[in-house]
């Protein structure tokens, strides 16, 4: 019970015959103007009130928003619960444990460290599509999984019985966000607080940027990193600033053959142009009323790649009649409106909030669309698909000569990625002539296979040689998954085919859309080209896409092909599906399947033909693409709400492999010293109860100077460990084998691995590694070293060794939207323990500069308008920060000054830059944070 009511907002609302303890939102001044997701913080406020972290201004403060102003107010927001996945949840549960032992070493009692907040975790990140296109590839991939996961997955057990208020879904279940939408989210939340039964918005956040999913069933939330979770699960409110909230009218409706994918593709677009980064987004408007709740959960899915922290729909009968079909029982449901209507939450088209700024779409006017090469935002409409892809390809394929065309047969007209014979000369002379002649064919590198079984084939640039439907932004959406089932159905009786160099995967993001896809017979059509379930995860769209085809691999490694993916995803960042794929495109289920059969992006679908049916007529795509009504009929007639009620009755239960696994028992972690997986965390050794002060940074070295656009997924790869690196040294000592080296996401639990592992991502361009390769360009992670003579080009992790024996301190040049992509906590970990102290970027994604905050490296910006380019910067130099000790006499200073000197590795005649950098510690809590060297020691300081 709050300790403070200063508006007398405490009430009792009764529903059906169970009384519940509200805090009504009607007691604030100023409330009925706020826009929904506003009014849910409000009642957030107004139930947490305790007169310290949470204040009677506060709330007023929010009553009387002004939706002009610039966010400058700090509230403290309590989320009802916290979600997570198991790569970024494995370490919140590591250093959890970590935590039982500092605090027992500092004398406090270990059972403190006990989430205080319901902690809930999906597995769903670490299943691999190692094997596709058989009956037998999900029995198997399981298998594989548990081979490679059994330490972690004990790990995980042990965690679920040490710990009150967590539970784990167990692997092969379904994704986290879709779980979320379908079972785990409440919409209303309820739970006993002090003997009192108290209802109140559900509200969460996750250690994966998509939490926003849940936001299209009217729950506010959004992605944190790890290091943030943790704090939230022991009882620490997120501070933060009250937002501007972006009001986006819906008009119109969806028109035929435009999907939810197209839509909210169309949207990424309009958001990121208009600039949404740390601003709520909330749909609003009559529109709202005809877009299905699953179109809803697609578009909150993609807020992190708009930019905003949340997008939000209100509650409405959509949503009470999801809630209802996805199994909530009816005492739920009552709850959900009775509270939603006696708290100014359910929607109302006629009435229109206040917003900062106002966005309006038409739905009738989108238009089916793809995005790519290497980002979500690059918004390509699918008429212009083949033409885009001319252009792009310039930029990924390698040149070409005379001699390779003529070593390797081809076959037909750029780009050659059809099955047939070899050409004769003349056809190969005619390609060199038009190859010689410039143009898009100029990227034109065919490749011929002979494969142990089939027919040979040929591929060349711009090949697709990866087609997944996948992630939970479309799995979750049963009228793109049935439009793509439909679509197979009708390409098998055209008697179509993939192309046999495509893989082909399917991962449903919950049991439940198998049982659909069984019912309608669809799933026989999927596999019938190819699409076979490979696991419930995430699989392609964060990496888990397992090999190529083997002669696929080998020609496009041999011969340094850009060949494409096409997946149904929400990430398609350069190096993370596939490193064998340098050009990755998001697409709906249907135009996946589409895409299978073109098995090319250099293809036009209203102009080039899938293939021939069995008369011998050319097939094309509006030939096969299901009408509304057909998608429609077929989930009326397969979808019910007793398929939910039975998959999620035993969602905590497991099957028999994870039921048998052996799990440790105790209060603290008795750890393997022997493990490559679960180890240790390192952030608690030699910690004081003292506070050391906070010092300014001097004599630092710069570790690596980048462009824009650098994600968390360049920061801290979750895919492949390659041979080679750090990370796969460190394995081998260890005495694994390469095929055993799983992923970087899969070791999580594991600081060594992940450590060797930050900035190894093989696209990270790194322009300080230029000037010792003649201004080439040069991939991969990493650096220069200048401990050494001459400042040599060093792996990133054995340069940090060096300068960290030396003492001398590390520091990171960066472009815009820095750190942008997937919450990921060992981006800002792996950052810290390599000795990085700051890091000095145009502008920063919203969750990394506040990891980076919690892990202790401060976030800078370069002054408006100014880059490390354009201030003659090139990482050569000797970079001081002044100005940071004002922080231990309690004062954030709004800004620091940078000093860079030219040192011995510094071109001739390069002067010193002197600068004005913005420190972006932008509330009182983060620098709390900051001064107490993490928010992990913050924490644990205040609980002992």
């Given at each position: 019970?709050?300790?403070?009511?200063s508006f007398?907002?405490?009430?009792?609302?009764?529903?059906?015959?169970t009384?519940y303890?509200?805090?009504r939102?009607?007691?604030?001044p100023?409330y009925?103007?706020?826009?929904?997701?506003?009014?849910?913080l409000?009642?957030?406020?107004?139930?947490?009130?305790?007169?310290?972290n949470?204040t009677?201004?506060?709330?007023?403060?929010?009553?009387?928003?002004?939706p002009?102003?610039?966010?400058d107010?700090?509230?403290?927001?309590t989320?009802?619960?916290?979600?997570?996945q198991?790569?970024?949840?494995?370490?919140?549960?590591?250093?959890?444990?970590?935590?039982?032992?500092?605090v027992?070493?500092?004398g406090?009692?270990?059972?403190?460290i006990?989430?205080?907040?319901?902690?809930?975790?999906?597995?769903?990140?670490?299943?691999?599509?190692?094997?596709?296109?058989?009956?037998n590839?999900l029995e198997?991939?399981?298998?594989?999984e548990?081979?490679?996961n059994?330490?972690?997955?004990q790990?995980?057990?042990?965690g679920?019985?040490?710990?009150?208020?967590?539970?784990?879904?167990?692997?092969?279940?379904g994704?986290?966000?879709?779980?979320?939408?379908e079972?785990?989210?409440?919409?209303?939340y309820?739970?006993?607080?002090?003997g009192?039964?108290r209802?109140?918005?559900?509200?969460?956040?996750?250690?994966?940027?998509?939490?926003?999913?849940?936001?299209?069933?009217?729950?506010?939330g959004?992605?944190?990193?790890g290091?943030?979770?943790e704090?939230?699960?022991?009882?620490?409110?997120?501070?933060?600033?009250?937002?501007r909230v972006?009001?986006?009218?819906?008009?119109?409706?969806?028109p035929?053959?435009?999907t939810?994918?197209?839509?909210?593709?169309?949207?990424?677009?309009?958001?990121?142009?208009h600039?949404?980064v740390?601003k709520?987004?909330?749909?609003?408007?009559?529109?709202?009323g005809?877009?299905?709740?699953?179109?809803?959960?697609?578009?909150?899915?993609?807020?992190?790649?708009?930019?905003?922290?949340a997008?939000m729909?209100?509650?409405?009968?959509?949503?009470?009649?999801?809630?209802r079909?996805?199994?909530?029982?009816?005492q739920?449901?009552?709850?959900?409106?009775?509270?939603a209507?006696?708290?100014?939450?359910?929607h109302?088209?006629?009435?229109?909030p206040?917003?900062?700024?106002?966005?309006?779409?038409d739905?009738?006017t989108?238009?089916?669309?793809?995005?790519?090469?290497k980002?979500?935002q690059?918004?390509i409409?699918?008429?212009?698909s083949k033409?885009?892809?001319?252009?792009?390809?310039l930029?990924?394929?390698?040149?070409?000569t005379?001699?390779?065309?003529?070593?390797l047969e081809?076959?037909?007209s750029?780009?050659?990625?059809?099955p047939?014979?070899?050409?004769?000369e003349?056809?190969?002379?005619?390609?060199?002539?038009?190859?010689?002649?410039?143009?898009?064919?100029?990227?034109?590198?065919?490749?011929?296979?002979?494969?142990?079984?089939g027919?040979?084939?040929?591929?060349?640039?711009?090949?697709?040689?990866l087609?997944?439907?996948?992630?939970c932004t479309?799995?979750?959406?049963?009228?793109?998954?049935?439009a793509?089932?439909?679509?197979a159905?009708?390409?098998?009786?055209?008697g179509l085919?993939?192309?046999?160099?495509v893989?082909?995967t399917?991962?449903?993001?919950?049991?439940?859309?198998?049982?659909?896809?069984?019912k309608?017979?669809?799933?026989?059509?999927?596999?019938?080209i190819?699409f076979?379930?490979?696991g419930?995860?995430?699989?392609?769209?964060?990496?888990?896409s397992?090999?190529?085809?083997?002669?696929?691999?080998?020609?496009?490694?041999?011969h340094d092909?850009?060949?494409?993916?096409?997946?149904?995803?929400n990430?398609?960042?350069?190096?993370?599906?596939?490193?064998?794929?340098?050009m990755?495109y998001l697409?709906s289920?249907?135009?996946?399947?589409?895409y299978?059969?073109?098995?090319?992006?250099?293809f036009?679908?209203?102009?080039?033909?899938?293939?021939?049916?069995p008369?011998g007529?050319?097939?094309?795509?509006?030939?096969?693409?299901?009408?509304?009504d057909?998608?429609?009929?077929?989930?009326?007639s397969?979808i019910?709400?007793?398929q939910?009620?039975?998959?999620?009755?035993?969602?905590?239960?497991?099957?028999?492999?994870?039921?048998?696994?052996?799990t440790p028992?105790?209060?603290?972690?008795?750890?393997?010293?022997?493990?490559t997986?679960?180890?240790?965390?390192?952030?608690?050794?030699?910690?004081?109860m003292?506070?050391?002060?906070?010092?300014?940074?001097?004599?630092a070295?710069?570790?690596a100077t980048?462009?824009?656009?650098?994600?968390t997924?360049?920061?801290?790869?979750?895919?492949?460990?390659?041979?080679?690196?750090p990370?796969?040294?460190?394995?081998?000592?260890?005495?694994?084998?390469q095929?055993?080296?799983?992923?970087y996401?899969?070791?999580?639990?594991?600081?060594?691995?992940?450590?060797?592992g930050?900035?190894?991502?093989?696209?990270l361009?790194?322009?300080?590694?230029?000037?010792?390769?003649?201004?080439?360009?040069?991939?991969?992670g990493?650096?220069?070293?200048?401990?050494?003579p001459?400042?040599?080009?060093s792996?990133?992790y054995?340069?940090?060794?060096?300068?960290?024996e030396?003492?001398i301190?590390?520091?990171?040049?960066g472009?815009?939207?820095?750190?942008?992509?997937?919450s990921?906590?060992?981006?800002?970990?792996?950052?810290?323990?390599?000795?990085v102290?700051?890091?000095?970027?145009?502008?920063?994604?919203?969750?990394?500069?506040?990891n980076?905050?919690g892990?202790?490296v401060?976030?800078?910006?370069?002054?408006?308008g100014?880059s490390?380019k354009s201030?003659?910067?090139?990482?050569?130099e000797?970079?001081s920060?002044?100005?940071l000790?004002?922080?231990?006499?309690?004062?954030?200073?709004?800004?620091?000054?940078?000093?860079?000197?030219?040192s011995?590795?510094?071109?001739?005649?390069?002067?010193?830059?002197?600068?004005?950098?913005?420190v972006?510690?932008?509330?009182?809590?983060e620098?709390?944070?900051?001064?107490?060297?993490?928010?992990?020691?913050?924490?644990?300081?205040?609980?002992v």
């Amino acid at each position: 019970m709050a300790s403070v009511n200063s508006f007398g907002a405490q009430d009792t609302l009764r529903v059906g015959d169970t009384d519940y303890e509200i805090f009504r939102v009607d007691t604030v001044p100023g409330y009925d103007k706020l826009p929904f997701s506003l009014k849910v913080l409000l009642e957030n406020l107004l139930r947490t009130e305790d007169g310290a972290n949470v204040t009677k201004a506060q709330i007023e403060a929010l009553g009387s928003w002004d939706p002009d102003a610039e966010p400058d107010t700090e509230i403290q927001f309590t989320p009802a619960r916290v979600v997570m996945q198991d790569f970024t949840g494995v370490p919140c549960i590591v250093d959890l444990a970590t935590m039982r032992e500092a605090v027992t070493k500092l004398g406090g009692d270990p059972d403190k460290i006990n989430p205080l907040s319901p902690a809930e975790m999906v597995i769903d990140h670490s299943v691999i599509a190692d094997l596709f296109g058989t009956e037998n590839a999900l029995e198997r991939n399981v298998e594989l999984e548990y081979e490679r996961n059994g330490e972690r997955y004990q790990f995980l057990r042990w965690g679920q019985t040490a710990f009150d208020d967590f539970k784990v879904v167990p692997p092969g279940t379904g994704i986290v966000h879709q779980v979320n939408i379908e079972h785990l989210a409440k919409v209303i939340y309820d739970r006993n607080v002090d003997g009192v039964l108290r209802a109140y918005p559900d509200t969460c956040v996750g250690t994966d940027s998509h939490t926003t999913m849940v936001n299209g069933l009217g729950v506010l939330g959004w992605g944190v990193g790890g290091i943030e979770a943790e704090a939230a699960m022991l009882g620490q409110p997120v501070s933060m600033l009250i937002p501007r909230v972006v009001g986006f009218k819906l008009t119109g409706e969806i028109p035929a053959g435009v999907t939810a994918t197209d839509v909210v593709l169309t949207i990424t677009d309009m958001l990121r142009k208009h600039g949404v980064v740390g601003k709520f987004v909330e749909f609003y408007g009559e529109g709202v009323g005809s877009v299905p709740l699953a179109n809803r959960a697609t578009i909150g899915n993609m807020s992190p790649e708009f930019g905003s922290t949340a997008a939000m729909f209100p509650i409405d009968d959509v949503t009470i009649d999801y809630l209802r079909l996805t199994g909530r029982d009816e005492q739920t449901v009552a709850l959900v409106e009775a509270y939603a209507k006696a708290q100014s939450l359910w929607h109302d088209a006629r009435r229109e909030p206040s917003f900062s700024e106002y966005m309006e779409l038409d739905l009738s006017t989108v238009v089916p669309s793809i995005a790519g090469p290497k980002r979500p935002q690059d918004r390509i409409l699918l008429s212009e698909s083949k033409a885009q892809f001319e252009k792009d390809i310039l930029n990924y394929a390698s040149p070409t000569t005379s001699k390779s065309i003529v070593d390797l047969e081809s076959q037909g007209s750029f780009p050659a990625s059809d099955p047939g014979g070899a050409p004769g000369e003349e056809e190969i002379e005619t390609r060199e002539v038009h190859i010689s002649s410039g143009g898009p064919a100029a990227a034109s590198k065919p490749v011929r296979i002979t494969p142990s079984e089939g027919a040979p084939y040929t591929i060349d640039n711009g090949a697709v040689t990866l087609a997944a439907i996948t992630s939970c932004t479309n799995t979750s959406n049963p009228s793109v998954m049935i439009a793509a089932g439909l679509l197979a159905k009708k390409a098998v009786e055209k008697g179509l085919q993939r192309k046999p160099w495509v893989k082909t995967t399917l991962g449903p993001g919950s049991k439940v859309v198998t049982d659909y896809y069984e019912k309608s017979g669809l799933d026989k059509s999927l596999e019938a080209i190819g699409f076979y379930t490979v696991g419930y995860g995430c699989t392609i769209c964060i990496g888990n896409s397992g090999p190529l085809i083997e002669e696929v691999s080998a020609a496009v490694n041999d011969h340094d092909l850009a060949v494409t993916a096409v997946l149904s995803g929400n990430r398609n960042f350069e190096g993370r599906i596939s490193p064998d794929v340098k050009m990755n495109y998001l697409a709906s289920p249907p135009l996946v399947v589409a895409y299978a059969l073109a098995g090319s992006m250099h293809f036009d679908f209203e102009t080039d033909p899938l293939g021939k049916d069995p008369e011998g007529r050319d097939v094309f795509l509006k030939d096969i693409w299901p009408a509304p009504d057909e998608v429609q009929e077929v989930i009326d007639s397969s979808i019910s709400r007793e398929q939910f009620i039975k998959q999620y009755a035993t969602v905590f239960d497991g099957d028999e492999r994870w039921k048998n696994l052996p799990t440790p028992t105790g209060p603290v972690f008795e750890w393997n010293q022997d493990s490559t997986y679960v180890r240790k965390a390192p952030y608690f050794d030699d910690m004081t109860m003292e506070l050391t002060p906070v010092t300014d940074i001097r004599g630092a070295r710069v570790m690596a100077t980048l462009g824009d656009s650098v994600t968390t997924d360049h920061i801290s790869p979750a895919g492949n460990i390659k041979i080679g690196t750090p990370a796969a040294k460190y394995l081998e000592e260890h005495g694994v084998r390469q095929k055993d080296f799983n992923s970087y996401g899969s070791r999580r639990g594991n600081h060594e691995v992940m450590i060797r592992g930050t900035f190894a991502n093989i696209r990270l361009k790194n322009a300080l590694v230029s000037a010792v390769n003649d201004g080439a360009v040069v991939e991969g992670g990493y650096t220069r070293d200048f401990t050494q003579p001459g400042g040599p080009q060093s792996f990133i992790y054995d340069a940090s060794q060096n300068y960290q024996e030396q003492g001398i301190p590390l520091v990171i040049f960066g472009g815009k939207e820095y750190g942008s992509g997937s919450s990921r906590d060992w981006a800002a970990k792996g950052t810290s323990l390599l000795g990085v102290k700051a890091v000095i970027t145009e502008s920063f994604e919203r969750i990394h500069r506040s990891n980076l905050i919690g892990m202790g490296v401060v976030p800078l910006q370069f002054p408006a308008g100014k880059s490390w380019k354009s201030l003659g910067l090139d990482g050569t130099e000797v970079v001081s920060i002044t100005g940071l000790e004002k922080l231990n006499e309690g004062v954030t200073p709004k800004t620091v000054t940078v000093t860079a000197e030219p040192s011995e590795f510094s071109p001739e005649g390069k002067e010193t830059v002197t600068f004005e950098a913005v420190v972006r510690i932008d509330t009182p809590g983060e620098a709390d944070y900051y001064r107490n060297g993490g928010i992990l020691q913050y924490v644990l300081r205040s609980l002992v």
